[in-house]
């Protein structure tokens, strides 16, 4: 009994009181120490010495009150134009979590159910095989023992993937790449997009492994499809102007190009992500609209969205999503099934509805909440969202090769600032 009192009382031990008694003796800004939140400018301008990326924006609020936004370095590797608080980023896949919020504003309204099968809603999705893998066996294609759901697309556990190394199998890689599934080599439209789709087993039973992947690309897909509008206008209906996101979009304008932030020519991953992403093209009916990655928008846009998340889905004095919801989104929907985040999150996070979330105080390279939400784009924006302490931050930069110390660097930094 002793031993279980002991092990009981231990937690109070780290339970360290919110205003105790620190030796900063400056006046803080909303819990963060304007010396250490200082400390964020010459640490970004080492990385950009360090040619880690040409310049990037970093940004921090708390209980909705910004309490740092900063431009760093450069939008240009030529360094002729600087970074400004106002640069466009290419979001890549931090376009996820708001096709996330779409969905989920669908299944509030009732058009659809975490349930659905996928194939309720994209019949040409309906008879998908599951590719089986046996060692020392050629594989075979086998029916699922149940259908990927909405649900499944949201948290990556349908069976879908991304081409390249981490694809299940070579195989489907070489199966994703002929078809140009992700449209690297140009536009596919949503019917063929979904047509060529349709002849290539998923890589995993649903719902039995987290496998990060084109999942959103089709979610997006579905939410155009129950809803009967384009993609475009679906989020600038339902997310984009009731958060006042006026320079969140598909694609780059050419007024707006000016502002828009390169990568380093150096990095090697550059030139064929620009290639595939073709920012300065409308889609319009040309192509799908890439929900797993194919937005550019600002910092202060990104906030918006951010803080509606952080706010249990209020933003701009709008509703977007319920508290309930919102709480839902951010819990693990992945414990226990095969697969990690880990290349996108470090350890210790599940992956909840468009999300990962933590699971714990441990294990995470960085400092953190339990609960705390976040993802990160290609290019190298990533993003915090803490609900337990009202924290959000995020870092746009344009550095993909390095996209993952990044963003674990900017994590370090936030929470070394936060003090009450």
Known sequence: MLRRQTLLAAPALLAFPAMAATPERETLVQGFSPARLARIAPAMGREIERQTFAGCVTCISRHGQLVHLAAHGHLDPERR??????????????????????????????????????????????DLKVERRTPGQPAEDVAPTSPPT????????????????????????????????????????????????????????????????????????????????????????????????????????????????????????????????????????VSYFRGGGGLAGTTRDWL???????????????????????RFMLSDHTLGMAGTTFASTGPGYGMGLGFAVRRQEGMGFTAGSVGDAMWAGAWGTSFTIDPETGVVGLLMSNGPSTRVHSRMLFKNLLYGALVA
């Not at 989920?104 to 809603?121: F, K, N, T, Y």
């Open 150 to 285: 909405v649900q499944d697309l949201l948290r990556h556990t349908a069976g879908f993937f991304y081409s390249g190394p981490a694809a299940p199998s070579p195989r489907l890689s070489r199966m994703y790449e002929e078809a140009d599934i992700e449209q690297r080599r140009g536009p596919i439209t949503t019917d063929e997009f979904l047509r060529r789709l349709a002849t290539i087993p998923l890589g995993h039973q649903p719902g039995t492994t987290f496998h990060y992947s084109i999942c959103i690309d089709v979610l997006g897909v579905l939410c155009q499809r129950v809803a009967g509008k384009r993609l475009d206008a679906l989020l600038k209906e339902r997310i984009f102007d009731p958060l006042g996101m006026a320079e969140t979009a598909w694609f780059v304008t050419p007024d707006r190009l000016p502002r828009l932030a390169m990568g380093l020519p150096t990095d090697p991953l550059v030139a064929g992500m620009w290639a595939s992403y073709r920012i300065e093209q409308d889609p319009g009916d």
């Open 81 to 126: 134009r600087p970074m400004a608080e106002n640069s466009i980023f290419m979001l890549a896949s931090m376009t996820k979590p708001i096709i996330a919020a779409l969905a989920m504003a669908l299944v509030e309204e009732g058009l659809i159910s975490l349930r659905d099968p996928i194939g309720r809603h994209l019949p040409e999705l309906r």
């Open 304 to 326: 918006k969205f951010a803080e509606m998340i952080g706010h249990g889905g209020v933003g701009n004095g709008n509703r977007i999503l319920s508290p309930a919801t919102v």
